[in-house]
Nanobody
């Protein structure tokens, strides 16, 4: 029942922009911590950006100043605005939502969306 549906990935030239979306169903996204992760072939998965249920944000050093993570609570959707894209940003980007309630934990992942940046 829980599903994170990602969109907005694609093929862009270096210096271009993309806006990734993560539409949630089956959960109320505003009460979850949300993160965007990426993984390129042969590289470890890394956290790109995160936003807590309280609105605090965190960014990887490699993308600081170029990306903004946000939520639209009315649409139950998270976003990652990516500007000044570089070829090294090429990766599969995954949306994640998680929270803990006492001893219980919930952790959900989207299917991933491909971002390819050409020089």
């Amino acid at each position: 029942q829980v599903q994170l549906v990602e969109s907005g990935g694609g093929f862009v030239q270096a210096g271009g922009s993309l806006r990734l979306s993560c539409a949630a169903s089956g959960i109320s996204l505003p009460i979850y911590d949300m993160g965007w992760y990426r993984q390129a072939p042969g590289k470890q998965r890394e956290l790109v950006a995160a936003i807590t249920s309280g609105g605090d944000t965190n960014y990887a050093d490699s993308v600081k100043g170029r990306v903004i993570i946000s939520r639209d609570n009315a649409k139950n959707t998270g976003y990652l605005q990516m500007n000044s894209l570089k070829p090294e940003d090429t990766a599969v980007y995954h949306c994640n939502a998680k929270r803990r309630i006492g001893a219980a934990a919930s952790n959900y992942w989207g299917q991933g969306t491909q971002v390819t940046v050409s020089s």
